[in-house]
């Protein structure tokens, strides 16, 4: 498998944008995002209000959806959320404070190894991991070795200057 690695084509964050559709592009290699399922349009949906209601006193950062991430040249991911400190201008290149995943069974192998992975390497602070079937979360925190995991309904947060708090138990209502 390994020699069939070297023969596979080697895109860029350029080419991909020129191209038709959706598509992530890590280290290269295009990957299709999953298609949208109700529940987690749903829950995407309350994720965002959950965030706009976190950083109502936090003027320096904002949540967004579905937004690009342009991580190098050659790697370009789209969360289904994130939150940035900053203005992002026409294109983020710079890190995110906290990414959102939401898993299905078609995006599982990609959010909690690909990314993972991707997100760890760049440092990004926080990685949060929602599974809408089982209604748990999983929240990665960045120390000096990399994540460290973490499981909690009410999380509290520390992004620059502002102190947020997310309870995530909110997500699930009306499931």
């Given amino acids: 498998m390994g020699s069939a ?5 080697h895109y860029s964050t350029e080419e991909r944008d020129r191209w038709e559709g959706d598509w992530e592009l890590i280290k290269g290699i ?5 298609s949208p399922v ?4 749903k829950i995407l949906s309350r994720l965002g209000w959950l965030l706009i ?3 109502k006193d936090c003027h ?3 949540p967004y959806t579905e937004l690009d991430y ?4 050659d790697t370009v991911v789209r969360p289904d959320a994130l939150i940035f400190c900053g203005e992002p201008g026409n294109r983020l290149t710079e890190r995110p404070e906290m990414v959102f995943e939401i898993i299905s069974e078609a995006s599982k192998k990609m959010d909690e190894i690909i990314k993972l992975d991707l997100y760890e390497t760049c440092q990004i602070p926080y990685y949060v ?4 079937e089982e209604q748990r979360i999983k929240v990665f925190v960045m120390e000096e070795k990399g994540y460290t995991q973490r499981e909690s309904e009410i999380s509290h947060f520390q992004i620059k200057d502002c102190d947020i708090l997310i309870d995530f138990k909110k997500l699930w209502d009306r499931v």
């Fill in 5 to 9: 690695i070297k023969y596979l084509p």
């Fill in 30 to 34: 295009p990957y299709a995002p999953a």
């Fill in 38 to 41: 109700p529940l987690n349009q």
């Fill in 53 to 55: 209601e976190a950083l």
């Fill in 60 to 62: 320096a950062c904002a």
């Fill in 70 to 73: 342009y991580i190098s040249e």
């Fill in 129 to 132: 991991i929602i599974y809408p």
